[in-house]
């Protein structure tokens, strides 16, 4: 265990965040943060927090509701040198800034040449449970993943909500940070340095012989609940977290599923067209494909918008016990 | 002509399976009547098999290390000969094992006419498909959308302009190959293992293959002496059996392997009580004493066993000529059974006295050790004399420690008689 590592203490997913924010910030006088109420707020879950009183109003820019504005100014300012950090209030709101995210930010780099990189990040919270309906709830990083010229990061944990954000804001291109609203009370260790982490590395977070479950976002401790669970059972299951989307670390995942000779693919997006398609497809086109002892399963959200009231929104996408049930299903049958 | 099987032979009334292990003859040689054709192996021992009649071998079906079960194939023999197999066994038949076919598959159905709609995909009909029912295309969790309307047929296409002939003249219909549906990891075991996936009943859901279909992996018994000691040693050590040591004065002499097993078998008639066996809860006494020796081959241990040995002049010759067939893998079954007791010299490796495990079901076994000249005292002073100290193992069950210090007296007695 190296020095660093050691030096962890226990923080909020949140603050992890705010940690991160806050030493790139002395770092480096590039990085500034824009967004919607990040200011004297701190930001719509309270991610920002008092960092507008310890960095200035210069730094922490409070901005118009106006999400094509906010992301078309990092744009520039990322061209111009600067190193904007953007918050989106909710994820789905990003569909505001959709022409300067996809048609500007992701394509500036490839199409001078090399010439000009927008080293801008964008922070979102994502995903469902919180209540607040169907316009505030989405999942949308396939949308994300799907566009050349942008890398796609889903922290599952406090350290790497930390050190993926790091790892982000010293990305020389666009990066989208996906945060998930569920996990930001959450606590867990993370490191005190200042260490990025490495864009496209996925994390193996347990190791088991019967299955690979891969998750993502809030499903990576949902399905390390359902492998408790699962274990209790006889059944022994892997649980891989991607963690950056894309750049996408397929191999061990293939290495996995070699082993266990079976796959289970855990999103809390909808099922049609999601990322999880995309490791499915990864899987089978793979040497994984000769091992494979069971269909490749995926367990997503429904194709609904998310519900608003409690019970619905919480049967729109999976929970652990539906991941109990379809890993015993795959393992049993097959 | 006709084609014959050549089946494992049953060489003992325990056996049920053999080992092939080489054939003297290739498919498509000439065989006589008699001839040696191949050599397997059952326990210990291997044995030859000879051709039952004169013809062709025509096809080789079990390859050396194949363990065969008794009665069934291991070639076939094209011969003139007639009924081969009677009264070779009693029991039923084998079952018959031809050679293995694809399984008959309904043929494609005629192409029906063609139909304007085009069929989803043309796949190659097989027997799965023909069964699979039609699957509602994305299975949803809730049904929140409606179906879509059934497309209609498109009545409207003109049809191809030449007209399918219907009810043409019944050609072959050339039997597509079977596509089994498996998940890959056993397609590929299968293709690993030489499995025919048409072969195997799949069990999976949509009849699918699943790697537990396939037969389990056969792990191969070891053959030859290493198995069977690993098994009746095993078997051994469920018995309760204790040993006893004894410093014996041996006679100038030389061949104490044979002096060793004289005695024994000498002592043991003395002691019927220990020329025994536990069997059904009771001590069951045999009518004749059988010595089986343990000798060092180059394939492991073997022991021959020899009846009588004590009654024998010429028993040096006898233990001479078995040992040299053990080496050799010449012995015959009936050199291999009958013995109740083990004799083991180790004293020619420079050992000086063991313990030798029983050979179930035989109750003793005497381990000897070196025959050395000792130290001893004699009337008046100090002389020398030839000693060998041996271990008797008795299985307590059958004989106490008394019975087996009375055994080592007698053993001792007939060595200076």
Redesign the interface.
Known sequence: MTAAAEQTRTLTYAEAVREALAQAMTADERVFLLGEDVGTYGGAFGVTGDLVHRFGEERIRDTPISELGIVGAAVGAALAGMRPVVEIQFSDFTAQAMDQIVNQAAKIHFMLGGAATVPMVLRAPTGSGTGAAAQHSQSLEAWFAHVPGLKVVMPATPADAKTLLLAAIDDPNPVIVLEHKLLYKQSGPVPEAATPARLGEAAVRRTGADLTIVATGVMVSRALEAAEQLAADGIDVSVIDPRTLKPLDAQPIVDDVIRT?RALLVQEAPKTAGFMAEIAATIGESPA???????IARLCG???PIPYAPQLERAAVPQAGDIVRAATDLVR?? | MQEAPLVMPKMSMTMTEGTLVTWHKSEGDEVRAGEVVCEVATDKVDMEVEAPADGTLARIVAQPDDVVAVGDPIAYLATAAEDLLAGLFDAPPPEAVPAPEPEPQPGPAAPAPVAAVPEPAPTAPTRIAAEREPVPAAPRRVGAEPAPAAPAPVAAEPAPAAPVPVAAVPEPVPVAPVRVAAVPAARRAAVERGIDLATITPTGPAATIRLADLPPLEVKPRRGPRAVIARRMSASAQVPQFVVYRDLEVPAGGDWTTVFLRALAGALRRHPELNAEWADGDVRRHDHVGVALAVDTGRGLLAPVLRDPDLDDGLADRVRDLVRRARAGKLTLAEMSGGTTTLSNLGGFGVDAFHALLSPPQATALAVGRVQEKVVPVPGGIGLSLRCTVGLTVDHRVGDGADAARLLASVQELLTL
Do not use: Q
């Not at chain 1, 494909?289 to 269909?295: M, Q, T």
């Open positions: 000779g494909f000769g091992h494979l002892r069971a269909p429904l194709d609904v049958r097959w």
